[in-house]
């Protein structure tokens, strides 16, 4: 099989927009980690409601967890540590109610 020149190879070059790949990876695990804390938010929310009967309590919670999130998302400075925050509030919730 004859090969032209500008056939891709199966080598990986810091010359290949390496920069470009570092921020998407690094965007990719910036999203993962932030929305595994909005996913407990939610689930711990849900925890609320159905164990502790606190239903609005459980919407103020998962409420504050989307403004939470998208702070976090917009904001990589803050990042995972708004929804924990709120995950820290649901979690006392879950417990002192």
């Known amino acids: 099989m004859a090969t032209s ?7 990986y070059s810091r010359d290949m927009d390496g920069s ?3 921020a998407t990876y690094n965007g990719f695990l910036h999203f993962t980690v ?3 804390f909005f996913v407990l938010c939610c689930v711990t929310g849900l ?5 502790r009967h606190a239903w ?6 998962v409420i ?5 999130t998208a702070i976090g998302l917009f904001s990589a400075s803050i990042s ?6 709120v995950l820290g509030l649901l979690l006392l919730m879950l417990l002192l109610y």
Request: proline share 6%; glycine share 14%; aromatic share 2%.
């Open 5 to 11: 020149g500008n056939a891709p190879t199966d080598s």
């Open 20 to 22: 470009a790949h570092e």
């Open 34 to 36: 932030v929305g595994i």
């Open 47 to 51: 925890a609320v409601g159905g164990i």
């Open 56 to 61: 609005l309590s459980a919407v103020i919670g």
């Open 64 to 68: 504050l967890a989307h403004v939470a």
């Open 80 to 85: 995972w540590r708004a929804p924990a925050l």
